[in-house]
Structures are given as C-alpha cells and as structure tokens.
C-alpha cells in the first residue's frame, strides 16, 4: 500500500517535472543561437553603483514618485523599479500583483482598471509601519504610471526597470521598448531585468542594444549558467544569500556585472563591496553611499 502510493507520488512529480524541463530546453536552444553580442553597457564593470530598489524605498513609499525623487536627490546612481500592467493595459509601477499590501485598495493588477488604481491611497501604509519615517505628503500618494515617471524624469536619472511577472502581461516587454522609444529614454539610461529570461530573450531579440539583467533566486554555481546569461545580457541580479565571493569573481570574469539584491544591513553591504559587486541594490542608498566615500 505504501509502496504503490510512493510510486503515484514519484510518477506524478514526473509529470510536473517534465514539462518544466522541456520549456526550459526551449528557452536554452533560443539562447544558443544568440551571438556573443552584448557588452554594451558603457559603465566600467570595476566601479560599484548604488541601486535604490524601488527608489529609496527605506525612507519613502515604495516605487512612488516621492521615493524616486528622494533617490535622485540621494544621488543613487540608479533608479530601480518594478512594472505591471493594468486590465485596461497601462503599464503601472507596484511591486506585487496584487494591490493590497502597498495601498489601501484589494485585488489584482490585472483585474482593475487604471482609473480604480488612481484612486488608491499608496502611502499611508508606509506610514503606518514605519512611523520614523512618515511625512503627512506621503498620505494618498499615487500609484505610477510607467509614463508618468518618465515624464517626470525623463533622462535626468537612470533606471533599472524590473519586468515583473511576464507570464501574466503577455507582450508586455513590447510595450516597454514603445514607451521607452516614445520618451527617448537613451540606452544608457536603462537597464531591464527579470527573473523571467524568456521575456529577456526577447526583448535581446528585439533590440540588441538594451543591457540587459538575468535575476536569479537561487544562482547555479557551475559556469554553465553564466555562460548562456551572457549570450543575451550584461548582467546578473542574484539573491544576496545564495552567493559568495567566489560567485562575484566568477561572474565578473565573464565581463557580467553583478548587481545583488537586497542589502540593506550594514554588515551584507561591507561584505558585498569587500567581494567587489559592481553594484549594491538597496532600500537606504545614502547608507551605502556613505560607505562607498568612507572606503575612498
Ligand atoms: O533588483 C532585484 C530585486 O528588485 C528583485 O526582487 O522582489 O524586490 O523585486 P524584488
Ligand atoms: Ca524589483
């Protein structure tokens, strides 16, 4: 009885598996056919660059014009922000698919319409939780439109635009090439990553110019997967945990720069910057500035 049940178990396992492996194979032969093209992000791979997630996430409400602001006026050198897309088809800037945690409203991205997420209050729950840092402003901060920001900033920062769930926005990543084209956003003020390389892949497919970044939750430590990351971008965004020093010298020996994320506590950002990343995403980028200046 326990035997037979073992075997439904392990032959249904099987079945989730196989198709997860087939679409993956699909994905490597694509990256297999890509050139070794890409380098083309003009910053030296050796300096280190402050990335605020989110925008200065740690101080302001999260992916809101107030904290991408903040982020400017803290000189962080990029700008990172998350998309989704509305049932109406506007691309919006929220973290999750949902809007619960990040405003006062319910429901899925995809479900509402761009006019239901204008009514949302996006900053009071900041607030709320992190009491040090309220300021009365935040209250009824605005969800963003992608083309809000880049009205508001356009050119003067640069942005590291995080593609989130794909899957759900089918064509999504056309639609950030049109906005960026349409508010001629230089390629060198862009960066797009995703834990999604399919998307990635296709946006290299698209337009060969745009650096690219491959997130990984859990980065493989044998070369093979830098090798083929480094066929369609020129960098990798992996989970600070989940590597080691020998992991920030291996990607850098492939010319790929390594962004990790989170760090917000002072002694991961010490020991990032000792590894030599080439960039610390973080929610506090004065903190990590100021180290950056105390180690000059
Ligand atoms: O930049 C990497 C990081 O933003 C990925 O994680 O969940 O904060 O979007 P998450
Ligand atoms: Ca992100």
């Given at each position: 009885?326990?035997?037979?049940?073992?075997?439904?178990?392990?032959?249904?396992?099987?079945?989730?598996?196989?198709?997860?492996?087939?679409?993956?194979?699909?994905?490597?032969?694509?990256?297999?056919?890509?050139?070794?093209?890409?380098?083309?992000?003009?910053?030296?791979?050796?300096?280190?660059?402050?990335?605020?997630?989110?925008?200065?996430s740690?101080y302001a409400p999260e992916?809101t014009?107030e904290a991408?602001?903040?982020?400017?006026?803290?000189?962080?050198?990029?700008?990172?922000?998350?998309?989704?897309?509305?049932?109406?088809?506007?691309?919006?800037?929220?973290?999750?698919?949902?809007?619960?945690?990040t405003?006062?409203?319910?429901?899925?991205?995809?479900?509402?319409?761009?006019?239901?997420?204008?009514?949302?209050?996006a900053g009071s729950w900041f607030n709320e939780k992190y009491?040090?840092y309220a300021k009365?402003?935040y209250?009824?901060a605005?969800?963003?439109?992608?083309?809000?920001?880049?009205?508001?900033?356009?050119?003067?920062?640069?942005?590291?635009?995080?593609?989130?769930?794909?899957?759900?926005?089918?064509?999504?990543?056309?639609?950030?090439?049109?906005?960026?084209?349409?508010?001629?956003?230089?390629?060198?003020?862009?960066?797009?990553?995703?834990?999604?390389?399919?998307?990635?892949?296709?946006?290299?497919?698209?337009?060969?110019?745009?650096?690219?970044?491959?997130?990984?939750?859990?980065?493989?430590?044998?070369?093979?997967?830098?090798?083929?990351?480094?066929?369609?971008?020129?960098?990798?965004?992996?989970?600070?945990?989940?590597?080691?020093?020998?992991?920030?010298?291996?990607?850098?020996?492939?010319?790929?720069?390594?962004?990790?994320?989170?760090?917000?506590?002072?002694?991961?950002?010490?020991?990032?910057?000792?590894?030599?990343?080439?960039?610390?995403?973080?929610?506090?980028?004065?903190?990590?500035?100021?180290?950056?200046?105390?180690?000059?």
């Amino acid at each position: 009885m326990h035997k037979a049940y073992m075997s439904i178990k392990i032959a249904l396992l099987l079945m989730m598996l196989i198709p997860l492996s087939q679409a993956s194979t699909a994905v490597n032969t694509q990256i297999h056919e890509l050139a070794y093209s890409v380098n083309k992000a003009k910053l030296p791979i050796e300096d280190t660059y402050v990335v605020a997630h989110r925008g200065a996430s740690g101080y302001a409400p999260e992916n809101t014009l107030e904290a991408f602001a903040l982020a400017k006026k803290m000189e962080a050198d990029f700008i990172e922000l998350d998309i989704q897309r509305t049932k109406d088809g506007t691309l919006i800037v929220l973290h999750d698919k949902l809007v619960d945690r990040t405003t006062n409203g319910e429901g899925k991205v995809k479900d509402l319409s761009l006019h239901d997420i204008q009514q949302l209050d996006a900053g009071s729950w900041f607030n709320e939780k992190y009491p040090k840092y309220a300021k009365k402003e935040y209250v009824g901060a605005k969800v963003p439109t992608l083309e809000q920001v880049f009205e508001t900033f356009g050119n003067s920062i640069q942005y590291i635009i995080e593609l989130k769930s794909p899957h759900l926005y089918p064509k999504m990543e056309m639609e950030l090439l049109n906005l960026l084209e349409k508010y001629q956003i230089e390629d060198d003020h862009i960066i797009i990553q995703s834990f999604d390389e399919k998307c990635l892949v296709n946006i290299h497919k698209q337009n060969a110019n745009i650096p690219l970044f491959q997130l990984l939750k859990r980065p493989n430590t044998d070369e093979q997967q830098l090798k083929l990351i480094k066929k369609y971008a020129v960098g990798v965004g992996p989970n600070f945990k989940r590597i080691n020093e020998d992991y920030v010298r291996k990607a850098k020996s492939f010319q790929l720069y390594i962004h990790p994320y989170t760090l917000n506590d002072e002694f991961e950002i010490e020991t990032a910057l000792n590894w030599g990343v080439s960039g610390i995403i973080t929610n506090y980028p004065d903190k990590v500035k100021r180290k950056l200046s105390d180690k000059k």
